[in-house]
């Protein structure tokens, strides 16, 4: 049967069993991190690790069978975790409040631009990355800099 | 026969019954959103939805137990790697 419904009488949840062949198993550890970090993060992420990310996205257009991007896969993976190491090390506090701020309210980033200006003066001054974003029009203020965003 | 006399110079009677339906309508909101953060450990209840956030929030489940836990580690746990959101259910039929 192959309708999709809640489960009745549920004990448990599936554990794979097989363990992981060499080929396919990750030499690096998965990151840690659940979504609301990793939104606040991800345009920092995208500048800090833009040749690994293009490689990965070239590489996916190739084909779509997961087999065939696994080492670019790995490479942006490690770097992802470079980077939360460096957030931590240097702007957690702001990180921290950024995140949560995002949990409260449905993970929508206008509620929180002030934390979010916070932890990219934080990032900017430590790290020197900026958040971009792209497409944005030539000439027109990007939406996270607007000062009063509701009005034209 | 004399007139009614009116009590204020502006009607502000019937406000009364309206004031008394806001309070109640406010109350009501209230009592639900109290409800929802009992449900959701202290959080709004997430809306809007999408295949997007349904995805992530089951990889939320299988970091830390629970949709509205978040964790900010560098390294994912060990059960991390072969667990699942899939429930078991016991053949009952």
Same mark, same amino acid.
């Given at each position: 049967m192959t309708t999709h419904r809640e489960g009745t009488f549920v004990e448990g949840l599936w554990v794979e069993p097989a363990q992981l062949s060499s080929e396919t198993a990750p030499s690096v550890a #998965? *990151? =840690?991190?659940?979504?609301? @970090?990793? #939104?606040? +993060?991800? /345009?920092? /992420?995208a500048s800090f690790c833009k040749k690994y990310n293009d490689d990965f996205v070239k590489c996916k257009n190739e084909s779509q069978d997961p087999k065939h991007c696994l080492k670019e896969g790995r490479k942006v993976t490690r770097c992802a975790l470079d980077l939360i190491g460096k957030l931590k090390e240097n702007c957690d506090a702001q990180w921290t409040k950024h995140w #949560?701020?995002?949990? +409260? !309210? !449905?993970?929508?980033l206008f509620k929180c631009r002030k934390e979010e200006k916070e /932890?990219?003066?934080c990032v900017f001054k430590r790290l020197g990355l900026t958040k971009v974003i792209p497409e944005t029009a030539e000439g027109a203020t990007p939406i996270h800099l607007k000062e009063q965003p509701l009005y034209k | 026969m004399p007139h009614a006399r009116q009590r204020w110079l502006v009607p502000l009677e019937p406000l009364f019954p309206l004031l008394v339906i806001g309070a109640v309508g406010t109350v009501m909101r209230w009592g639900v959103a109290k409800y929802q953060k009992y449900e959701n450990f202290g959080? @709004?209840?997430? &809306?809007? *939805?999408?295949? &997007?956030? %349904?995805?992530?929030? #089951?990889?939320?489940? %299988?970091?830390? =137990? !629970?949709v509205n836990f978040q964790r900010a580690e560098i390294e994912a746990p060990q059960a991390f790697l072969t667990n699942s959101a899939w429930e078991l259910e016991r053949p009952f039929m």
């Open positions: #998965e *990151v =840690g991190c659940t979504s609301a @970090p990793l #939104e606040s +993060m991800a /345009f920092h /992420f #949560e701020c995002l949990d +409260m !309210n !449905n993970h929508t /932890f990219n003066d | 959080k @709004p209840k997430r &809306w809007s *939805v999408d295949r &997007w956030d %349904r995805r992530m929030m #089951e990889r939320d489940s %299988r970091l830390t =137990g !629970n």
